[in-house]
C-alpha cells in the first residue's frame, strides 16, 4: 500500500517526512531480510560459517622413502610494530592503498606499495636471525568493537568494519616435500597463496584454511565456529614446486606452482622448502570475526591469502635446506 505524504506546501509534510523515511527503512530491511542489511555493513553471512566438529579431518601425503621430512621454524614475532597498510608491493607495485584492505606484516620492517629489492634488502627485520623477508596477509578483525580506521583506506571506508585483532600466536615454519630432497629459494622469490577475488571469480587458486586450535587436521574454506576454550585459527600453505628459473611471473603464480596431493611436483619444476603460517588468535567464545577483503567480495573467507618475498642470506637459505633434507627441527636464531 503507498504511503501517502500531505502537500509539500503543508506544515505536516516536513513532520511526516522523517516519519515516513524511517518507514521505509524498516520496510526494506523486512524487504530484503537482516542478512542482506548486516552484509552491507561488512557482517559475514551466515552461511559463511561452519560448525569445526562437522568439518572432515584431512590427511597429510604419505611420506615416500626420499622424503625431506625436518622443519625449519623462523621467529618473526606477532607484528608487535604495527606495521600495518592497504598496500600489496606484489600484486599491485606503487599503488598506494591498491589493495583496499589492511595487511598485517611481519618480518621487513619497511614493506609498503613502493617497496623494490633493493629498498627491503636495506631495511630492518623482526625476524629472528636478520631474516628480512617479508610475510603478510590480510587482518582479521573483531566485529563488535569499532576500529580506529573506521573512516579510512583499508578500512571502514573499504567496507572493512571492526577493531583489528593482532594474532596471539604466529608460526612461520618451512617444510620439505612427502616425495624427495627439496632445493634452495632465490633471493627474492615470490610467493602467492590463495585468491582475494574467489567470492565473485571461479577460482582454482582458492587456498583459505580456517580452523581452530586443538583441531590441526581440520581446515575449512568457511569460518571455523570453536568450541569453548579453542581458538580460531588461518593455516596459510605456499606453493613449493619452482621452476628453476624465475622468480615472479605475469600473475605471480605460474613460476612456483603446488605439488600434487602426494607431494609430487609438475614436470620442469624443482621442490623448494614449503612455507607454512599458522595463525591463532585470541577471542571470547562467540565473539564475531571476519577478515579484510576487496569490498565487493562481501569478507567471504574464501578469500583469505598472504605473500611471501624470499630475502633470506644465501647461507641461511642453504642453513634451512640442509635442515629439511637432514629430517631434522630446526630454528633460525
Avoid at 122 to 130: E, I
Avoid at 234 to 253: E, I, V
Wanted: proline share 8%; hydrophobic share 35%; net charge neutral.
Amino acid at each position: 500500500m503507498p504511503i501517502i505524504l500531505p502537500s509539500p506546501g503543508s506544515r505536516l509534510f516536513w513532520i511526516a517526512l522523517p516519519v515516513t523515511l524511517g518507514l521505509t527503512l524498516l520496510l526494506g530491511i523486512a524487504t530484503f531480510g537482516a542478512d542482506g542489511a548486516a552484509r552491507a555493513a561488512g557482517v559475514p553471512a551466515d552461511d559463511q560459517y561452519v560448525d569445526i566438529a562437522t568439518v572432515t579431518p584431512t590427511r597429510a601425503p604419505a611420506r615416500g622413502p626420499d622424503a625431506s621430512t625436518g622443519t625449519f621454524t623462523v621467529d618473526c614475532g606477532r607484528n608487535e610494530q604495527g606495521h600495518r597498510n592497504a598496500d600489496n608491493f606484489v600484486i599491485s607495485p606503487g599503488i598506494v592503498n591498491g589493495a583496499h584492505h589492511t595487511h598485517d606484516y611481519v618480518g621487513n620492517l619497511s614493506t609498503e606499495a613502493l617497496s623494490t629489492d633493493r629498498s627491503l634488502d636495506a631495511a630492518g627485520t623482526t625476524c629472528a636471525g636478520g631474516d628480512r623477508s617479508t610475510y603478510y596477509w590480510p587482518v582479521l578483525r573483531r566485529l563488535d568493537r569499532t576500529g580506529a580506521d573506521a573512516h579510512t583506506a583499508g578500512g571502514g571506508a573499504h567496507g572493512n568494519s571492526g577493531e583489528i585483532l593482532m594474532a596471539s600466536s604466529v608460526r612461520v615454519e618451512f617444510r620439505g616435500n612427502a616425495t624427495g630432497a627439496v632445493v634452495g629459494m632465490p633471493r627474492f622469490l615470490r610467493l602467492v597463496t590463495g585468491d582475494p577475488v574467489a567470492a565473485t571469480t571461479p577460482s582454482a587458486d582458492i587456498r583459505a584454511q580456517w580452523g581452530c586450535s586443538g583441531y590441526p587436521d581440520r581446515f575449512t574454506t568457511k569460518y571455523a565456529r570453536c568450541p569453548r576454550g579453542s581458538r580460531p585459527t588461518r593455516t596459510l600453505d605456499f606453493p613449493s614446486c619452482w621452476n628453476g628459473l624465475a622468480t615472479d611471473s605475469p600473475g605471480h603464480r605460474t613460476h612456483v606452482q603446488f605439488p600434487a596431493a602426494d607431494g609430487t611436483c609438475p614436470r620442469a619444476t624443482f621442490p623448494v622448502p614449503q612455507l607454512r603460517i599458522t595463525l591463532a588468535y585470541d577471542l571470547p567464545d562467540g565473539t564475531p570475526f571476519a577478515v579484510d577483503s576487496f569490498p565487493e567480495q562481501l569478507r567471504n573467507p574464501v578469500t583469505d591469502h598472504a605473500m611471501f618475498v624470499n630475502l633470506m642470506t644465501r647461507d641461511r637459505m642453504a642453513e634451512l635446506v640442509r635442515c629439511v633434507n637432514e629430517g631434522r627441527e630446526c630454528r633460525a636464531g
